[in-house]
């Protein structure tokens, strides 16, 4: 099984891809986050590396919804040629869960597995959202003042990946609490029938 968990930042995929993980015996978490910190070591386009939500200013000096969501396109792009073949080599020996805003509908698309699932965590108001930033910012070393500053970008790429998860099969989750997504996410895994789109 290749588990996907898509969502913007703050909207809880890396906490809740560790705990169905250790629900479940799954020994391994890819994180976009990860291979961000790998690209930055080689030699490719700062694109490829840079925030989801600045990736707008390599494609426009203009920032515009166009310029954002072709920006996050084109930024993705990088990720999912990456970890298609990655999931791919991975999956011939174990179940995996692949998690990050990188991690996204074309990227569940493009993996070849009849045993795959995608969930989209869709975030919360906006006021605990900024409050999730905040639980995120206490467990750094340095603060990121980013989110905040590009809010309005965050919130764009959020509609952009929901039309994408509402087409591509992908269970969208209110993720207003984290206990009752993953309940959602195990129930669904395991492999309950008549299953709606959004849990």
Not at 134 to 160: C, F, G, P, Q, V
Request: net charge positive; hydrophobic share 35%; proline share 3%.
């Amino acid at each position: 099984m290749i588990i996907i968990i898509n969502g913007v930042p703050g909207s809880g995929k890396t906490t809740i891809a560790h705990r169905i993980a250790s629900l479940l015996g799954i020994d391994l978490v890819i994180q976009t986050d990860t291979i961000k910190e790998i690209f930055r070591m080689h030699n490719l386009p700062e694109i490829s590396y840079t925030n989801t939500h600045e990736a707008w200013k390599f494609i426009s000096s203009e920032k515009t919804s166009n310029t954002v969501i072709a920006g996050f396109r084109k930024h993705a792009e990088f990720y999912e040629r990456y970890i298609s073949k990655l999931a791919e080599v991975c999956h011939e020996k174990k179940h995996i869960i692949i998690e990050g805003v990188q991690a996204t509908p074309k990227l569940f698309d493009m993996i070849k597995s009849d045993e795959k699932m995608g969930f989209y965590l869709k975030i919360p108001e906006k006021e605990e959202h900024l409050g999730r930033f905040e639980l995120k910012n206490l467990m750094r070393r340095e603060k990121n003042s980013k989110w905040y500053a590009n809010y309005n970008s965050i919130t764009l790429i959020e509609e952009h990946l929901l039309k994408l998860a509402e087409n591509s099969g992908f269970k969208i989750i209110n993720n207003n609490s984290i206990d009752e997504t993953i309940v959602k996410i195990i129930s669904s895994i395991k492999g309950e029938k008549n299953e709606p789109n959004r849990l």
